[in-house]
């Protein structure tokens, strides 16, 4: 899997030797380069559409945090969520002056169930003005396809872990990271725009990192999400420990200045120190996953 990209480029490895300053700069003007090149707005905000909590993945992945939800009766990751309700909620985050949303679902398999992609495609329809990511984990071309046809703008497809000795520590079952890889090539075929990154903090290495932002660059994405490790209750991992912010905020800016045509890098700006550093490196998408879920009157 790592035929094409074992060779890490020397310019990623040169930027992780820069001090943070120079980093952190270097990258800011990279994020303020990228938004001269394309034409979108000059950042851009998204929110999730959780169309079921369920997920196939056996066992259960170490981090999930949906696990966490789900144990505290979340509303929004119940298994049986009319789609009228999610309808509902979609015109609620339009009108809240949300771009984009990403349709979610635990992994169902690599090949989507029809229900999924025709609740996508209602979606679509009923609220224009939210562009819709997929986020389902892995799946074959075919559910590529099908999506492309029901609506969809683009896949949010992460690779979790640049290391798959790391993936395979935290997801022990389900897809991998090969087949993820291999999913960003079907994103494309199907025409559709590529949104991906992974986690950090899971305990992988500098060259990991590195290797693993080679590898999205070859797909060009249009947004970017490298987003920590954050322990949740009701998981085998919540002892673990929270990734370094420090740690974070230089793989961003790394794969900032690397990706130098990707017009949208996504935070969660959850803590003042994520804020901070999504300043210095002109991090301009942020994920509001705060919003409450809308109620019917």
Known sequence: MRD????IGAEVAALFDQAD?????????????????????ASIKASPLILTGDCKTRPVCNHCK??????????????????????????????????????????????????YIDAVEAIHDAEPRLALYGLFGALDRQSHFDLASAGLTGMLTSLESPSNE???????????????????????????????GFLVGLGETEDDVAWGIETIAQFEPESISILPFVPFPDT??????????????????????RLARTPYFFSDHDHEFD???????????????????HTRS
């Not at 300053?21 to 707005?41: K, N, T, V, W």
């Not at 979340?74 to 509902?88: C, E, M, N, T, V």
């Not at 490196?281 to 994920?287: P, T, V």
């Open 4 to 7: 094409t990209t074992e060779r």
């Open 21 to 41: 300053s120079e980093l952190f700069a270097a990258a800011h003007a990279a994020s303020e380069r990228a938004m001269r090149i394309g034409e979108g707005p």
């Open 66 to 115: 949906w696990e966490h939800f789900k144990a505290e009766s979340y509303q929004a990751f119940a298994l049986d969520r009319p789609l009228s309700d999610i309808i509902d909620h979609a015109h609620h985050l339009a009108d809240l002056g949300i771009e984009r949303a990403f349709t979610a679902t635990g992994w169902m398999g690599y090949r989507l169930p029809r229900t």
């Open 166 to 196: 790391v993936y395979r520590a935290f997801r022990p079952g389900g897809d991998s990271l090969e087949n993820r890889i291999r999913a960003l090539e079907y994103t494309c075929e199907a025409g559709l725009s590529v949104w991906t």
């Open 236 to 257: 085998p991992m919540a002892d673990y420990p929270a990734a370094d912010p420090l740690w974070l905020a230089r793989v961003n800016a790394v794969a900032r200045i």
């Open 275 to 293: 804020r901070l550093y999504a300043d210095r490196i002109g991090i301009n998408g942020s994920y509001e996953t705060g919003v409450a879920p």
